[in-house]
């Protein structure tokens, strides 16, 4: 169990309850001059996530295409740990640990575009807590079940503070249909405590399907209580996502797949610890720990995202 003062204790025979969220959601200074408008700044802090659409452009996009293809296919990849497949069938759910497994990703994570952004929201130099890609495939995309993200990091992964962000890039048409992250607007400025103990080795189940550290029907009510907002988007957008924002995402029934690149920032001043649940940490694939490195932030062009 992790001796660092508990700020956001969930699960350990605790019942489901909401607080109020102790921490900022922007840390920057007002004073510093963000790098996106500062309309949309606000609306990060209000909502909790915001759309980018069209980022990047389609010849960036066509070449992430191709990695994010290479990837899937390789059979070197699918004997990888890294390699989680949907349950009951071979058809790969999720990549973890992109950055180190591609170099074309591995330079998308560190793209000014993206990192920019999540150093100043952050206000702190920032490293890669959790990379991954997500393949839906079309008619066998299973769901990911309404969760905060910081929930698990922090009683499993030991991050002290939701001083953390996820960015999710679209390199398939995100559409209303085919399964695009559902949100929940204003969810993240409460912390939901959930009940339950963890299970050992509980990521192997949960990067499948999760049923540990899910709020309870009653409290997922009210945080829906500022509605739900599908956040779909062309290939080559951007969704930027508090770790705290409570979010799911249905199953893709449609012939249209959808896949996408995931990187969360962490910022290097709330690097993680010994988790706050009496398990072992979870594997370095799923949550940097030893190999930790504060990213060097450039600007890519799109032939240096080609394989």
Same mark, same amino acid.
Request: hydrophobic content about 35%.
């Given at each position: 169990m992790n001796i660092a003062e508990d700020l956001y204790p969930s699960r350990g025979g605790r019942s489901a309850e909401m607080t109020t969220r102790l921490d900022p959601v922007v840390w920057a200074d007002p004073q510093t001059e963000p790098p996106l408008p500062r309309a949309l700044i606000e609306q990060y802090e209000r909502d909790g996530f915001l759309v980018l659409p069209n980022l990047f452009s389609a010849e960036e996009v066509s070449a992430l295409q191709q990695e994010l293809e290479r990837l899937r296919n390789d059979a070197w990849t699918a004997r990888r740990q890294e390699v989680i497949t949907e349950r009951?069938?071979?058809?790969?759910?999720?990549?973890?640990?992109?950055?180190?497994?591609?170099?074309?990703?591995?330079? &998308? !994570?560190? @793209?000014?575009? $993206?990192?920019?952004?999540?150093?100043?929201? &952050? !206000?702190? @130099?920032?490293? $890669?807590?959790?990379?991954r890609l997500n393949y839906k495939p079309g008619f066998r995309g299973k769901e990911?079940?309404?969760?905060?993200?910081?929930?698990?990091?922090?009683?499993?992964?030991?991050?002290?503070?939701?001083?953390?962000?996820?960015?999710?890039i679209a390199l398939t048409d995100n559409t209303p249909h085919n399964g695009p992250l559902l949100v929940m607007p204003g969810s993240h400025k409460y912390y939901v405590i959930c009940e339950g103990e963890t299970p050992a080795d509980n990521y192997q189940q949960s990067l499948q399907q999760q049923e540990t550290g899910v709020p309870n029907d009653e409290l997922l009510t009210r945080l829906a209580g500022n509605g739900l907002v599908d956040t779909a988007g062309p290939a080559g957008s951007v969704l930027?996502?508090?770790c705290n924002l409570m979010h799911g995402s249905n199953s893709n029934?449609?012939?249209?797949?959808?896949?996408?690149?995931?990187?969360?920032?962490?910022?290097?001043?709330?690097?993680?610890?010994?988790?706050?649940?009496?398990?072992?940490?979870?594997?370095?694939?799923?949550?940097?720990?030893?190999?930790?490195?504060?990213?060097?932030?450039?600007?890519?062009?799109?032939?240096?995202?080609?394989?």
């Amino acid at each position: 169990m992790n001796i660092a003062e508990d700020l956001y204790p969930s699960r350990g025979g605790r019942s489901a309850e909401m607080t109020t969220r102790l921490d900022p959601v922007v840390w920057a200074d007002p004073q510093t001059e963000p790098p996106l408008p500062r309309a949309l700044i606000e609306q990060y802090e209000r909502d909790g996530f915001l759309v980018l659409p069209n980022l990047f452009s389609a010849e960036e996009v066509s070449a992430l295409q191709q990695e994010l293809e290479r990837l899937r296919n390789d059979a070197w990849t699918a004997r990888r740990q890294e390699v989680i497949t949907e349950r009951g069938s071979n058809a790969v759910r999720s990549i973890f640990r992109v950055h180190k497994l591609s170099r074309v990703f591995g330079r &998308l !994570a560190r @793209d000014e575009r $993206l990192a920019g952004v999540a150093r100043y929201l &952050l !206000a702190d @130099d920032v490293y $890669l807590h959790q990379t991954r890609l997500n393949y839906k495939p079309g008619f066998r995309g299973k769901e990911f079940y309404w969760h905060s993200d910081f929930e698990t990091w922090h009683v499993e992964d030991g991050m002290p503070r939701p001083r953390a962000l996820s960015m999710s890039i679209a390199l398939t048409d995100n559409t209303p249909h085919n399964g695009p992250l559902l949100v929940m607007p204003g969810s993240h400025k409460y912390y939901v405590i959930c009940e339950g103990e963890t299970p050992a080795d509980n990521y192997q189940q949960s990067l499948q399907q999760q049923e540990t550290g899910v709020p309870n029907d009653e409290l997922l009510t009210r945080l829906a209580g500022n509605g739900l907002v599908d956040t779909a988007g062309p290939a080559g957008s951007v969704l930027i996502f508090d770790c705290n924002l409570m979010h799911g995402s249905n199953s893709n029934i449609t012939p249209l797949p959808r896949s996408n690149a995931f990187f969360v920032y962490n910022a290097v001043s709330n690097r993680v610890g010994r988790p706050y649940c009496p398990q072992p940490p979870r594997p370095e694939f799923i949550a940097t720990r030893e190999d930790f490195e504060p990213l060097q932030i450039e600007r890519f062009s799109a032939e240096q995202f080609r394989p």
